[in-house]
């Protein structure tokens, strides 16, 4: 059994900044990819960013320079750090994690709950 928990949403006005964090539990041999997307009202879940084991990230057009994401591999966390937020950043932001699974040698794609964050004044 896997579990990933996210923490850290909440309102915030624009300008401002908020930091979520994922944990990856369970039976967990590997985590290759970790990543944050979202889902405004009305829309797609679109990617925010997301980082390998290795380190290497991505990140989408709109959060270039403002968001920065980060993992513990030793804690099984990845981070996202959202500064400069704005209005259009209001959405459920979702933890996505590759995890192969110990002893079975599978690797299955695994979400978190979401967590809402709205940015108004």
């Known amino acids: 059994q896997v579990q990933l928990v996210e923490s850290g949403g909440g309102l915030v006005q624009p300008g401002g900044s908020l930091r979520l964090s994922c944990a990856a539990s369970?039976?967990?041999?590997?985590?290759?990819?970790m990543g944050w997307y979202r889902q405004a009202p009305g829309k797609q879940r679109e990617l925010v960013a997301d980082i390998t084991s290795g380190g290497s990230t991505n990140y989408a057009d709109s959060v270039k320079g403002r968001f920065t994401i980060s993992r513990d591999n030793a804690k099984n966390m990845v981070y996202l750090q959202m500064n400069s937020l704005k209005p259009e950043d209001t959405a459920v932001y979702y933890c996505?994690?590759?995890?192969?699974?110990?002893?079975?040698?599978?690797?299955?794609?695994?979400w978190g709950q979401g967590t809402q964050v709205t940015v108004s004044s």
């Open positions: 369970g039976n967990i041999f590997s985590i290759y990819v």
């Open positions: 996505n994690a590759e995890i192969r699974v110990a002893g079975t040698g599978n690797q299955y794609d695994y």
